[in-house]
């Protein structure tokens, strides 16, 4: 029945309305089985390309009618994030980029960039993307000045309200599962589209940074593509504030965890930040936390190990640098970074004593870590935080051993070393930061001497 694919359903789609449809919730592992099965069974084209090519073929027209909701079947097509079935219903109807769907407001190259928002595991990670987007903004560049399109926020029964999606660079930017995937020469074709779009705030009060800052889930170089992008359009994004009236350098080193794999983008992501404009290591954050409380306590994290610890070591002392003040500032905890370095570093030393992976050598970066701290900031050693802790008694006192006395830590070289240069006392690194400046430089240049070498 050549003619049943121009009879709607009761819902008003066609057959290509409902083939461009999302597929049901598959985990995009089983997805990934289910893909590889077709190919190695002589499928070179998935299920649904075969479907869509099929129908487009017996009545390309199909590709310029509106469903019951006012959607054509392109704007299914990219929320499925599918590139080839996205470019088989433009070659039929290419001016369909710009249609505007009648049901959600929005236009398809707000839906490719990740408006209507399907589940994470639903597809390959948006692997296809690029192209869509890609191929949608060279079709229709007024598209990326969309800014409409209405999004539930509240769906509970006594509530309901409702807020635009915004231009397609800000939902993109927010998408973690697809940001990742756009390419150097996408993003500028979509900024180029809208030039102004990096230095406009949403609807929540973030730039298209924060949000590529704050929704950034993969720790390769690719997925800082966007960030770099964004950055250097408009490098006085990195003293604008979010709508928590956080910078976007705090933002990043708030998600920064020293002890995980994702260390070494954010570290990336950080200097990117310092270099636009290092007048930002100036400013705290929400908890009253100066960017060198944050790498201080980074570098604990560690735990003395760790491909990224020089790349922070530089890093602290670059901010402090251009803010020498720092080291001795407090929290809203009444903490100085070395608290939160000694903090951090008592609890991850432990935590590697737990695991049997404690380092049997001692790190000179660390060590180098400590004397730069000390000899810059030797008040801060006797400084009390809210809690009354001082630096000088974390670091002497065996907070870490068990009640039966065993090691939890504390016998580790790195850890054995930083105590011994606590227990000088801060009169010994004021004698030192005050008349021996040749001995300080010595001291710190641990932080980078053997940088490449890594004790785990």
């Known amino acids: 029945n050549a003619g049943g694919t121009l009879i709607p359903d009761a ?16 985990p995009a592992r089983r997805r990934r089985e289910m893909e590889r099965e077709a190919k190695e069974d002589g499928w070179e084209k998935t299920p649904q390309e075969v479907l869509v090519g099929g129908l487009l073929e017996s009545d390309p027209g199909a590709a310029n009618i509106k469903d019951g909701e ?8 990219c929320r499925s994030h599918g590139q080839k079935v996205v470019d088989a219903l433009l070659d039929s109807y290419p001016d369909g980029a710009s249609v ?34 890609g191929r949608l903004v060279k079709l229709h560049p007024e598209g990326a000045r969309a800014s409409g399109g209405k999004k539930e926020e509240n769906k509970s029964s006594d509530s309901n309200t409702t807020k635009e999606w915004g231009l397609p660079l800000h939902i993109i930017s927010a998408s ?17 589209a809208n030039p ?9 009060g973030n730039l298209p940074l924060h949000n590529a800052i704050r929704n950034r889930p993969h720790d390769t170089a690719k997925s800082t593509v966007l ?13 604008e504030h979010d709508f928590r009236d956080n910078l976007p350098l705090h933002i990043t080193l708030t998600h920064a965890r020293g002890g995980t794999g994702t260390g070494s983008t954010y570290r990336r992501i950080s200097k990117l930040l310092f270099d636009a404009h290092p007048d930002a290591v100036l400013r705290p954050d929400t908890a009253g936390r100066l960017p060198a409380h944050r790498v201080a306590k980074i570098l604990g994290e560690t735990g003395g190990v760790g491909k990224d610890m020089p790349g922070w070591a530089t890093l602290l002392r670059e901010i402090a640098e251009r803010n020498p003040s720092a080291l001795v500032e407090k929290d809203d905890r009444g903490r100085t ?3 939160c370095l000694c903090f951090s570093l008592s609890d991850a030393v432990s935590d590697l004593a737990e695991a049997g992976k404690s380092p049997k050598k001692s790190s000179d970066i660390m060590e180098g870590v400590f004397r730069f701290l000390l000899t810059e900031g030797p008040e801060a050693l006797d400084v009390e935080d809210g809690g009354g802790n001082r630096p000088r008694d974390m670091m002497e006192n065996d907070r870490r051993l068990g009640h039966l006395g065993e090691d939890r830590g504390e016998l580790s070289p790195t850890f054995t070393a ?4 606590v227990m000088k006392g801060s009169k010994h690194w004021k004698t030192i930061g005050a008349v021996d400046p040749e001995e300080k430089i010595k001291k710190e240049q641990p932080m980078e001497s053997k940088a490449g070498s890594d004790e785990l």
């Open 337 to 339: 970074p070395l608290h």
């Open 227 to 239: 960030i770099r992008s964004l950055l250097r359009e408009y490098p006085a994004a990195a003293l």
């Open 418 to 421: 930083l105590k011994r240069e």
């Open 70 to 77: 006012g959607n054509l079947p392109l704007h299914y097509a």
């Open 176 to 192: 973690s599962a697809l940001s990742p995937h756009l390419s150097n020469e996408t993003v500028l074709a979509l900024i180029a």
């Open 11 to 26: 819902d008003g789609r066609l057959p290509l309305h409902a083939a461009c449809r999302p597929g049901k919730d598959v």
């Open 100 to 133: 505007v769907s009648e049901g959600s407001g929005l236009v398809p190259l707000q839906i490719a960039c990740g408006a209507l928002r399907p589940k994470y595991e639903q597809y390959e990670k948006g692997k296809d993307v690029d192209g869509i987007v």
């Open 196 to 204: 102004d779009a990096v230095r406009t705030k949403d609807a929540e």
